[in-house]
């Protein structure tokens, strides 16, 4: 078998297009259901392949039926090919159906010039090495690999365990934490994108354990340096049942690389 | 004449769809091309004429080209009609060319009914009445419906002038402040996509006056009350001329109806 990481083989995209075919892999999922951020990295892969600038700047996904492990088509469509930023639409279709719409406007990062003014900062946090494993409750741990399921694809690691890990959810809606995916696999401006909707829900803390994203925007800022991530998760916002979720990522050197918002329903 | 107001005359479309016609007018404009939030109500009229639902829920524009005024097409595609959502896509086209992608989920927020737990807090502003007239700089004056261009829709009220409206920008790219169409059209859910995009830009507090949107997302939480809107407008992250836009719409009632993030471009 290859070296290639899950997270490239499970993102794959065949075909020469505009209609890509690809295969929903149950390693990214959820209960039955394929992770939205996993299935929104599938999209990418296909708009990538047509859209001719490297980083997906801008992205919003409609999330209109959950998506299944199994084959899938991805139509991709131009619209536009500009000297700054190609924009296109990918529909990702599981029996003719389509279930997922995507919009993005890739742009070459590596070109980016103009003024920078910051005024928000990056969490706070002790060295990975010193924080707990979510999953395991423990400072280290084996790799996840052998997990089914999204958890075995990322490393998450937290400098404590959080209220509704430990059965009592603090009513307090945010989170800061490092993430990576699991395997050694470095995140670029490729995988951002999903990683924002891999991470474990704000709304947990509140109690409310099962949410369906209606949509979700993510602009990716910078390219990551190589290491961990360090992640905040915040809803202000939960009104009859709808709230919003917003992400940061941030690298190991320090800088914004992804914010995203969307909104969900809890279900 | 009739006594419609110019959002409700400048927004509107013609046609049986799924291929509306349009008319961009100049009441909208900020120097030679239409405002994008008064774009993204062109395109949110004619998905209303084909979705069956209401509220547009969560809605996301990629703006590709300028829009100036004079005729357009509006060309609606409904992506699927749920029990809860109603999704569709609208594509703004001038002289045959796409201009503004907009994909929108419609719902009727009077139907929705679950938990909520708010844990941020509406703009405190002294009364409209005591603020000042953002373009004035005085505490009252004529409504400003025969100014032109978009100064002239809507009417704005500050608690103190600022920074850049006297020629020195603060630096701090926030603000709070109260907004309302100008001549007494009460905002409702189809009206709020635009607005967060009609306001003056944060980045004007960091010397910045000219930026262009790249992707707009929105997120309408509640019907609004009747009255004045209070408004919340932040930018953190300029980096490398980019920049996302954040903002906040609460009605009269001290409730969030719709919350908003941009990716934009200073030019």
Not at 137 to 148: A, I, W
Not at 180 to 192: F, Y
Not at 217 to 243: D, F, K, M, N, Q
């Amino acid at each position: 078998m290859s070296d290639q990481h899950a997270f490239d083989v499970d993102t794959a995209v065949a075909g020469a297009g505009p209609n890509f075919s690809a295969t929903i892999t149950d390693r990214w999922s959820i209960g039955p259901h394929a992770n939205g951020g996993y299935v929104l990295s599938v999209c990418l892969q296909a708009l990538g392949r047509v859209l001719d600038k490297p980083d997906p700047l801008a992205v919003s996904a409609f999330y209109q039926r959950p998506v299944v492990p199994g084959p899938a088509e991805v139509c991709v469509e131009t619209a536009r090919s500009g000297r700054r930023l190609a924009t296109g639409e990918a529909r990702l279709l599981q029996g003719g159906q389509e279930l997922v719409r995507v919009v993005a406007s890739f742009a070459d990062l590596s070109q980016a010039a103009g003024p920078t003014a910051v005024s928000g900062s990056a969490p706070v946090l002790p060295p990975p090495q010193d924080c707990l494993d979510l999953f395991s409750g423990e400072q280290s741990r084996d790799s996840g690999l052998e997990t089914p399921g999204i958890a075995g694809r990322l490393e998450y690691r937290t400098p404590r365990l959080p209220g509704w890990r430990q059965g009592s959810p603090s009513g307090q809606a945010r989170a800061e934490f490092w993430l990576r995916l699991a395997g050694g696999r470095q995140a670029d401006t490729m995988a951002l994108p999903g990683l924002v909707d891999m991470a474990v829900p704000a709304v947990f803390e509140l109690g409310h354990y099962h949410s369906t994203t209606i949509e979700l925007s993510v602009h990716v800022r910078a390219r990551p340096a190589p290491g961990w991530l360090a992640c905040r998760v915040s809803t202000s916002y939960l009104i009859e049942g709808y709230h919003e979720e917003d992400f940061e990522i941030w690298d190991s050197t320090g800088q914004l690389v992804a914010q995203s918002r969307q909104l969900a329903l809890l279900s």
